[in-house]
């Protein structure tokens, strides 16, 4: 005895019940797919609104703290002063992608102990990149064969 998909699904309850539960699934994931959408969007115009006050900081000469740049909804902690929070304020700064090895020489620029305990401060950069890409803060640039990252907010 051979089963056909097809009539499994329509002589069958429980193939009722499947196509029920897909309908479901579908919905949840068409749902899911546009909240995500509104999340990078919304990010996108809160990077904006950063840039703006970076740049009005700078013509102006005041000086922003971590928490007027620290994206909202996000746990204050110890780890604000991190080299995440670092990264993002340069990728904020900059007025082109940058590569790894670029965000490394502004880092040391600004705070060299922030680096000391990393045994390959390019790879840790490297992932704190990638991982504000995943959050939707940054994106990824290939100039010159290389790989270069830029704030979402241009």
Known sequence: MTCD???VLHNN???ERNRHVQQVVNSAHQHLRELLQQRADMTRRIETVKR???GLSSIYGTELSN???HLPG???GSRRRGLTNACRRILLQAKEPLRARAVCERLLEVDRDLLQHHK???ASIVTVLNRLVAYGEARTVTTENQRAWASVGE
């Open 5 to 7: 998909r097809e009539e």
């Open 52 to 54: 703006v006050l970076v």
């Open 13 to 15: 309850p429980r193939g």
């Open 74 to 76: 996000r746990n204050a």
């Open 67 to 69: 928490d007027e740049l």
């Open 120 to 122: 390959d401060p390019i």
